[in-house]
């Protein structure tokens, strides 16, 4: 019988367990409920009310992952970055998995989960320079092991999820906000609002969402409030605020093109899915001869599949921790240089 890692995610609204073999990497089995069902009359996640349906929905995946448990060598677990009061739910009963079997558990930074989505099922491939956009982060990060990652260029404000979600309330689209817009953008003329490209004539090599978002705020009160815009409205104000995006991501990442040789490039996270983005970075890749690796759809948002494979290459080299020490990790900022930790 094949040796197994259990992996549990519930850094944010997503509950989901996986079981990934030891020895082929191959997902065994990937589990997930997704509350944003819940969560889209509030225009966002509300931290209680996702750790409450943790508590409901862990247990239940847990339930239908029992006949592998004599097969489980580890515990693998979000621990950090991410919303305190979901992450609990997760630790919890991860420890409570981990002293049942008597098995090592290991702790797993969420980023470092998501950067690990790209090899999910095969082996990695490092160096790689990679674009991490989510809900919560945005991010350029030098990978050169599963254990060595250095932060290029972070956010001075939003991330770029965080926008999506933030305009998408502003029209009344409900939660999350990036499907939703990637669809009206495509039905939009791009050309129709000019709205401003962050930092463009910055040198620093930062991402800045928040000033786009007020303007597009800005422009909705301009047209008269959200009452007020037809459907080729919203569509048009879409896609001049996802060019604007795209412009900013592809300018920022220019510049760190021309510094770092790395000849492999990834973008992942929530915001990875959105093939209007990747069609510009694919555009990037060619101009600057890099060979752009990518996540498969189904691994884009949150998931324990991700979490299972990082947490692959600590059980290798050893790197477990003890279920007495595993706590949820206090979010700290790490500051452009140094490494994720
Ligand atoms: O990585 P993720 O699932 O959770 C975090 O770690 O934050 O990312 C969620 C984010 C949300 O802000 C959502 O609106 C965004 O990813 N997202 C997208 C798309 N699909 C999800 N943004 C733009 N275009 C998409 N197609
Ligand atoms: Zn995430």
Request: glycine share 8%.
């Given at each position: 019988?094949?040796?197994?890692?259990?992996?549990?995610?519930?850094?944010?609204?997503?509950?989901?367990?996986?079981?990934?073999?030891?020895?082929?990497?191959?997902?065994?089995?990937?589990?997930?409920?997704?509350?944003?069902?819940?969560?889209?009359?509030?225009?966002?996640?509300?931290?209680?009310?996702?750790?409450?349906?943790?508590?409901?929905?862990?247990?239940?995946?847990?339930?239908?992952?029992?006949?592998?448990?004599?097969?489980?060598?580890?515990?693998?677990?979000?621990?950090?970055?991410g919303?305190?009061?979901?992450?609990?739910?997760?630790?919890?009963?991860?420890?409570?998995?981990?002293?049942?079997?008597n098995?090592?558990?290991?702790?797993?930074?969420?980023?470092?989960?998501?950067?690990?989505?790209?090899?999910?099922?095969?082996?990695?491939?490092?160096?790689?320079?990679?674009?991490?956009?989510?809900?919560?982060?945005?991010?350029?990060?030098?990978?050169d092991?599963?254990?060595?990652?250095?932060?290029?260029?972070?956010?001075?404000?939003?991330?770029?999820?965080?926008?999506?979600?933030?305009?998408?309330?502003?029209?009344?689209?409900?939660?999350p906000?990036?499907?939703?817009?990637?669809?009206?953008?495509?039905?939009?003329?791009?050309?129709?609002?000019?709205?401003?490209?962050?930092?463009?004539?910055?040198?620093?090599?930062?991402?800045?969402?928040?000033?786009?978002?007020?303007?597009?705020?800005?422009?909705?009160?301009?047209?008269?409030?959200?009452?007020e815009?037809?459907?080729?409205?919203?569509?048009?104000?879409?896609?001049?605020?996802?060019?604007?995006?795209?412009?900013?991501?592809?300018?920022?990442?220019?510049?760190?093109?021309?510094?770092?040789?790395?000849?492999?490039?990834?973008?992942?996270?929530?915001?990875?899915?959105?093939?209007?983005?990747?069609?510009?970075?694919?555009?990037?890749?060619?101009?600057?001869?890099?060979?752009?690796?990518?996540?498969?759809?189904?691994?884009?948002?949150?998931?324990?599949?991700?979490?299972?494979?990082w947490?692959?290459?600590?059980?290798?080299?050893?790197?477990?921790?003890?279920v007495?020490?595993?706590?949820?990790?206090?979010?700290?900022?790490?500051?452009?240089?140094?490494?994720?930790?």
């Amino acid at each position: 019988m094949n040796k197994l890692i259990l992996s549990i995610e519930s850094s944010c609204d997503d509950s989901s367990i996986a079981l990934t073999d030891v020895e082929t990497l191959e997902v065994v089995e990937h589990l997930k409920i997704s509350q944003e069902s819940e969560h889209s009359c509030y225009g966002g996640v509300v931290p209680e009310l996702a750790s409450r349906l943790h508590a409901v929905d862990l247990p239940k995946l847990l339930e239908k992952l029992k006949p592998y448990f004599e097969q489980i060598e580890a515990v693998a677990v979000t621990t950090h970055p991410g919303l305190s009061v979901s992450l609990h739910e997760g630790v919890i009963m991860a420890k409570g998995v981990a002293t049942f079997l008597n098995k090592p558990i290991i702790g797993v930074n969420h980023l470092k989960g998501h950067i690990y989505s790209l090899f999910i099922s095969k082996e990695a491939i490092t160096p790689v320079l990679v674009l991490l956009v989510s809900g919560g982060h945005t991010q350029l990060i030098q990978v050169d092991s599963f254990d060595k990652m250095t932060l290029l260029a972070t956010t001075i404000d939003d991330s770029v999820g965080e926008a999506y979600d933030k305009v998408a309330k502003m029209l009344n689209l409900g939660y999350p906000g990036g499907p939703i817009i990637e669809k009206y953008s495509s039905l939009g003329d791009a050309k129709r609002f000019d709205l401003p490209v962050p930092m463009q004539n910055s040198p620093l090599v930062a991402f800045s969402l928040s000033g786009l978002k007020n303007a597009v705020r800005l422009l909705i009160e301009k047209l008269g409030g959200v009452e007020e815009l037809s459907k080729q409205d919203m569509y048009d104000i879409c896609a001049s605020f996802e060019l604007a995006v795209v412009k900013h991501l592809i300018q920022k990442s220019k510049k760190v093109f021309k510094e770092v040789p790395t000849k492999h490039f990834a973008i992942v996270g929530g915001v990875s899915a959105n093939q209007f983005i990747k069609s510009h970075f694919k555009k990037l890749c060619k101009e600057f001869n890099k060979e752009l690796l990518e996540v498969e759809l189904g691994y884009t948002s949150d998931n324990a599949a991700m979490i299972g494979r990082w947490a692959m290459e600590a059980f290798r080299e050893g790197q477990v921790d003890s279920v007495e020490s595993l706590q949820v990790g206090a979010t700290k900022r790490v500051e452009v240089g140094s490494q994720l930790v």
